[in-house]
């Protein structure tokens, strides 16, 4: 059985550019999460999509956005980058809300020049 | 919302030692806290869980606690190995609709031979 695919593995991108995250959660996992990771402030909930929708949001700017297709993959879009946002993205799956632990994929490293 | 605190936030042993992590929450709806491992420049790993229906729960060297009156649960490691060298994430989360997990900080386990 396949985990979680995150692409790209590496970005280097610059100040006030766009950049789009991909993950493909485990087949039959219609529950996919996103969370930044940084050595100061640990691993913070971005958003959580279920069946094409967005259940949950974390208290990030708008220029955080996600979507998730039929087929459960989901991406994320941070807009206008700021330095700060270099981090670790990682994505989760799981099978449904409540019914167990998370699957991670890799992660996707953003730096922001 | 929930907040999970965690403490050592780093912890050196011996090899051969024990080794115990506590973390605590705040939000008594809570219901399900998993515990997850991430190696250096790897993905976060779930070790072990517990529900809230449970008080203990073991696999192998490794073990949880729940003390719900307290809010608080622990990871016990025994007989520690080298490769238990990692960070450990402690989460807690309810089954309330849309509900996202909350993450502890961490605790870095160095485990000296």
């Known amino acids: 059985k396949a985990g979680v695919t995150q692409t790209p593995r590496y970005l280097i991108k610059t100040r006030g550019q766009q950049v789009t995250l991909s993950c493909s959660p485990i087949s039959g996992h219609r529950s996919v999460s996103w969370y930044q990771q940084t050595p100061g402030q640990g691993l913070q909930f971005l958003f959580e999509?279920?069946?094409?929708?967005?259940?949950n949001k974390g208290n990030f700017p708008g220029r955080f956005s996600g979507r998730q297709f039929s087929n459960s993959r989901s991406e994320m879009n941070v807009s206008t980058l700021e330095l700060g946002d270099s981090a670790l993205y990682l994505c989760?799956?799981?099978?449904?809300?409540?019914?167990?632990?998370?699957?991670f994929g890799s992660g996707t490293r953003l730096t922001v020049v | 919302g929930e907040n999970v605190e965690q403490h050592p936030s780093t912890l050196s042993v011996q090899e051969g030692d024990s080794a115990v992590i506590k973390c605590t929450y705040s939000d008594s709806a809570s219901n399900y806290f998993p515990w997850y491992k991430q190696e250096l420049g790897k993905r976060p790993q779930l070790i072990i869980d517990i529900r809230s229906n449970v008080g203990e729960k073991k696999d192998q060297r490794i073990a949880v606690t729940l003390n719900k009156t307290a809010k608080h649960f622990s990871l016990h490691i025994t007989e520690t190995q080298p490769e238990d060298s990692a960070v450990y994430f402690c989460?807690?989360?309810?089954?309330?609709?849309?509900?996202?997990?909350?993450f502890g900080p961490g605790t870095r386990l160095s485990v000296l031979p």
């Open positions: 989460a807690a989360r309810g089954d309330n609709y849309g509900q996202n997990f909350v």
């Open positions: 989760a799956s799981s099978t449904e809300q409540g019914s167990g632990g998370y699957t």
């Open positions: 999509y279920f069946s094409e929708t967005q259940r």
